[in-house]
Structures are given as C-alpha cells and as structure tokens.
C-alpha cells in the first residue's frame, strides 16, 4: 500500500471522528454502525472497483449514457437546430464555442425522467431499492422504512425519496429521520447521474460507473455519518412498507408523460438555481474580493483543504480538489463537475479527479437543505420544527459522508 492510500486510510477514520464530533461526541454509537458502515462502503467500491465482471459493467452504463446523450441530441438538433447540437451554419473560431448548455446539456433531464417514470411503472426501479433496502437493515438494523428512502435516495432526488415513505415518516425514530435527511444530500438522482457522467466523460476514465459507484458508497456512508452525529436511542419505529410500492402511473404512455412534465420542472429549477447562485457568488465576490483580496472559492479552498488531503489527495493537488469542495457547497455540485469538465481537471492526476468526482457526488449545498426540508415539512407538517432543526447538521454529515466516499476510493486506487 503506497503513502497516499495509507493518507487516505487514516483520512477515513479521521472523518468518522469528525462526524463524531460534529454532534458533540455523543455517547451510545454502536460498534456494529462504525463496522458495517467502513465495511459496507470498502466493500461496494472494491467490488465494483477491481471485479473483472463488474468493472466491464462501467463499460456497459457508459455506452447507455452515450446512447442517451445521442438519442437527446437528436431531438434537441429537431427542436433547436444548431444550438441544440446540429450542423452549424458558420465556421467555429473557439472550440466548443458552440456548446450551449440549456440546449445541449440539460435535456438529457427531460429524457432520462421520462425512462425513470416508465422503469417505475415496470417494477424494475422498485425492484433494486428492495433490494438494497434489504442489504441496508442487514448492516445496520434499522427500520424497513428507513432504509427504504435510504436505498431510494442512490435512484431519485432527496424529496421523491422520502415521498415513498410518506405514511412512515411520523414513526421514524429522530436519528432515522436525520438519516433519511442525510441520504438524500449525500447522494445524487439518476438524471443528474446522467447529466454529470457526460459532463466529465472526457477528464474521468468511466465516468458513469465511477459515478454509479459513488452513490452507491454513499449510501453506508450517510448512515455511518448520520448515526455518528446523531446515535440511535430509540427502538426503531417505522416499520416496513407491507405489498406493493404505491402506483403512480396509470400506464407507460401515463409514466412517460408525467416523467417527462417532471423532468421540465427539475430542468427549469437547474437553470434558475445556476444562474441565481451563480449570480448571488459573483455579487459577494465583488463586494469581497476588492476589501479583503480573497473570493467565496479561495476561502472555501482554505477550509476544505484539510477534508481533501484526509481523501489521499496529494498536498500539491489537495488546493485545487478543496476549491472545488467549497464551489459545490457554496453553489452546487453541478458548477464544480463543469468546471472539472471545462479544466480538464487542471493540476490534477487521474487519481486525484477520480477521488474528486466520488467527493462531489451529492447534492450538499444550501439550496439543497432548503428544498429538502420544503419538501419534507410539506409531507410531514407534524415533524416540521424537527425537520427544520436538522437541516444545516444534515449538510454537514452529508458533505463528511461524501469526503468519505473519496477517501475510500483513495484507499483503493493507487497512485
């Protein structure tokens, strides 16, 4: 084991003390938690990391989403012409000038919604999250309502997650719903997955499996997180979801027409968030940046600094890796993974943009928390000060959780 894997080890348990801490080093956190949850996350990445079958699998989601981002080109060159990806009329001066991202990026969200509405329908989707939840209460002995969202949140955003368990969330013990909380920033949704993953295509070798992968590390990581900042001290009360997931779709044409409606509502929520906290970023910088010298970017690399090289991130590389931490928790996720596209992941190694995409695979930012605990409150209005009250710790285990996925990657890799 080469010096930065061994970095990266220690960085693993130097962040469980840092959740641990994070919630006051709380007394009652069961060894079987801190067990299954190292083991769980060493064992999925290892598994899909140096398996010879699984491995070729990336191979196999990175063809389905390059068939994905061709079959969107297509009907975004019909409906756009040039700016959605078509021939273009004029000879290009920049290279990739003509890449518009609301018209060449961004529908692959109508797309991908509209086949995870039909895979719902089918009981395809609802099949894998039985089975993961499964695998998840074996871990941890949690209750089948738990890790039902938990399992839900590697497929779906941090709303749609909870919404499976609407009828349970008033019986969920307080450290179940701020696991629930957790899992849902600590992961992404398989539209963004798709999004991200031919984003980063060219700077990240697998990019779609590797990113797969990271959510479904994440997924042991949240709770390990989670029940570090906040034990269990109850009897777990949410019982299992009895029958069949609830039916959402009267048919495939019903499933594809609503995936497709919800998919608009999320594509039109990306393009409004970018542009605000792009703009909101842009404001505070000018405002900072002239008094003090330093940016929102360059202070977010300072205190996430430490978070990159616990990840076996090289000390000369952990500066840029940190930035990027502090983009996606400042603005989000999507912001960091297109200036890694757009960089070609400048200064880094392939090792280090590897550990970088497991560490940005999760919706940790501010607007996040916000539209979760909308969301959550919403459907549970009796739990609704809870809900409020864990919000900003949700963040913070969620990005610990994330860091985590990357140091387990970096464990790993070698250099």
Not at 270 to 282: C, K, N, P, Q
């Amino acid at each position: 084991m080469s010096l930065l894997q061994l970095q990266a080890l220690a960085g693993l348990v130097a962040l469980c003390l840092l959740a641990w801490a994070c919630g006051g080093f709380r007394r009652g956190v069961r060894a079987r938690v801190v067990v299954a949850g190292l083991g769980g996350q060493m064992l999925v990445a290892a598994l899909l990391l140096h398996v010879p079958v699984l491995r070729h699998g990336f191979a196999a989601v990175g063809d389905a989403v390059d068939a994905l981002a061709r079959a969107t080109r297509a009907g975004t060159t019909l409906v756009f012409g040039y700016l959605g990806g078509g021939p273009l009329p004029f000879a290009e001066t920049v290279p990739g000038g003509s890449f518009i991202l609301f018209f060449q990026g961004l529908p692959l969200v109508l797309v991908v919604g509209a086949l995870s509405a039909a895979l719902y329908h089918w009981r395809v989707l609802p099949l894998v999250v039985d089975v993961l939840a499964a695998g998840l209460r074996r871990l941890f002995g949690l209750s089948g309502a738990c890790n039902l969202s938990v399992a839900a949140n590697v497929f779906v955003g941090m709303v749609e997650a909870p919404l499976l368990i609407r009828p349970w969330l008033m019986t969920l013990t307080k450290a179940e719903l701020f696991v629930a909380m957790v899992a849902g920033l600590a992961t992404i949704s398989g539209n963004m997955l798709v999004v991200y993953a031919t984003m980063i295509a060219p700077v990240v070798p697998d990019a779609a499996g590797q990113l797969l992968t990271a959510s479904l590390v994440s997924a042991p990581g949240a709770v390990l997180a989670a029940l570090l900042m906040l034990p269990e001290s109850e009897t777990p009360g949410g019982a299992a979801p009895e029958g069949p997931p609830p039916r959402l779709y009267d048919s495939t044409m019903d499933a594809l027409v609503q995936g497709t409606a919800e998919g608009l509502q999320l594509l039109l929520g990306i393009m409004a968030s970018l542009i605000v906290f792009v703009a909101l970023v842009a404001l505070v910088n000018g405002a900072l940046e002239p008094l003090t010298g330093v940016t929102l970017q360059q202070i977010g690399g300072w205190v996430f600094w430490p978070l990159a090289y616990a990840m076996g991130v090289p000390a000369e590389e952990a500066g840029t890796v940190a930035r990027l931490l502090g983009v996606k928790v400042v603005v989000n996720e999507f912001v960091s993974y297109l200036e890694l596209a757009t960089s070609g992941g400048a200064g880094l190694t392939e090792r280090s943009r590897v550990i970088l995409t497991y560490a940005l695979c999760g919706f940790t930012n501010f607007a996040s928390v916000g539209i979760m605990v909308t969301g959550m409150s919403a459907m549970c209005p009796g739990r609704r000060a809870e809900i409020v009250r864990l919000g900003l710790p949700s963040l913070v285990a969620a990005s610990i959780a994330c860091c985590m996925a990357g140091a387990t990657v970096g464990v790993l890799t070698a250099p």
